[in-house]
């Protein structure tokens, strides 16, 4: 079995290679691939995704992620959504589920299993964008102002599209995962009572495809979402939603669990996997030794959950759940003194 992996930025290379290290240790024979994404990508390529990666990734079908660094108001375009974009991963699952030994702000975090089910390629992350003063933001004013609309004083436009096809591909995969992982219940989230165009698109198209499947649905708006996964997060089981809501809701879930630190992902196509951990790339203790590996050696539980192989994935989630449940060995976000390389040993002496 061949796997692409990209390390990424900052810690990446400390956390996926302990990765790497677990997933040897379950007997799979594995061939990893490596290949550059990032900031050290861009010296020798002059670029942060170059074209071979993206190829190599697509022949594989199968990629393990670490973080990438994506600047704040400046520099170059999230690499992790142009990844996305050409590969076709339109899907991105985040299970956000409590494991004992992590410290949580709710008082009995231990019911808390929730999956997020994220739209990845249509929203206000679609990337279309206008910068205030361009040519294109002003003749886009300009169209706006004659149809009756009041702008703000020279604007920045992003634009959010959201279609039927994008969106009842993205539900329907989230219905599907529900019945294999037999789950009880998909709420489908969206602001359709401002947006119903858009987001009323997204409610219509959720309401026909739960039509379909014997599995209980709610449809939620985004904003009660947000209070509800506070005041009751033991309610929610799948939620399907879109790009920017995904975004948010996923990281408010992670909170609850203890820190997007645990939380793994799957970037899903109809053909291809990116399997990454959520979190930055922490360049304040990169080098050091001490990242937290859990997010990307859960992620990569369920890169073997998707190639075929459920017992080796249960038996990397059981070995980190008693890892962390323990504390020995755990890394000091989760409490520990210990490092990168003591919770890997912990959890391959587990497998």
């Known amino acids: 079995m061949e796997v692409a992996v990209i390390a990424g930025d900052g810690i990446g290379n400390e956390v996926v290679s302990a990765a790497r290290r677990v997933l040897d240790a379950t007997a799979i024979d594995i061939d990893f691939v490596e290949r550059p994404m990032g900031k050290d990508a861009i010296e020798t390529y002059g670029t942060p995704l ?14 393990l992620k670490g973080p990438v660094e994506t600047p704040i108001g400046s520099g170059f375009r999230s690499v992790n959504v142009e990844l996305r974009k050409r590969l076709g991963l339109y899907a991105n699952i985040r299970p956000c589920r409590y494991m004992d030994g992590v410290a949580s702000r709710i008082d009995d975090p231990s019911d808390i299993d929730i999956v997020v089910v994220r739209e990845n390629l249509e929203d206000l992350y679609s990337g279309i964008e206008f910068e205030k003063d361009s040519d294109d933001a002003t003749e886009l004013s300009s169209f706006l102002e004659t149809n009756g609309f009041e702008l703000p004083v020279k604007p920045g436009y ?17 219905f599907e995962y529900a019945v294999e992982h037999g789950r009880k219940k998909v709420t489908v989230v969206d602001k359709a009572n401002i947006m119903k165009h858009t987001d009323g698109l997204f ?8 039509a379909e499947y014997d599995i ?55 053909e291809t996997g990116v399997f990454a951990s959520v979190h930055g790339t922490a360049p304040d203790i990169a080098g ?10 859960l992620s990569g539980a369920m890169l073997l959950d998707h190639a075929g192989y459920e017992d080796e994935a249960s038996r ?16 000091p976000d989760l409490g520990g003194d210990g490092s990168t390389e003591t ?6 002496d587990e497998l």
Not at 343 to 348: C, E, F, G, K, P
């Open 50 to 63: 170059p074209d071979e990666t993206v190829t190599t990734v697509r022949d594989i079908g199968y990629a």
């Open 288 to 297: 050091e030794g001490v990242g937290n590996p859990a997010a990307v050696i």
């Open 216 to 270: 209980a649905y709610e449809h939620l708006l985004v904003d009660n979402v947000a209070q509800q996964l506070v005041l009751r997060p033991e309610e929610f089981d799948v939620i399907a939603t879109q790009n920017i809501y995904g975004d948010i809701l996923s990281d408010l879930a992670g909170g609850l669990v203890g820190g997007i630190g645990m939380i793994p992902s799957a970037n899903l196509g109809d």
């Open 316 to 331: 990397v989630r059981k070995a980190v759940r008693t890892v962390v449940s323990d504390g020995n060995a755990v890394t």
């Open 343 to 348: 919770m890997t040993d912990a959890i391959i």
């Open 203 to 210: 409610m219509d198209v959720g309401e026909r495809v739960a």
């Open 158 to 174: 992003s634009i959010k599209p959201i279609s039927e096809a994008g969106s009842e591909r993205l539900i329907r995969r989230a």
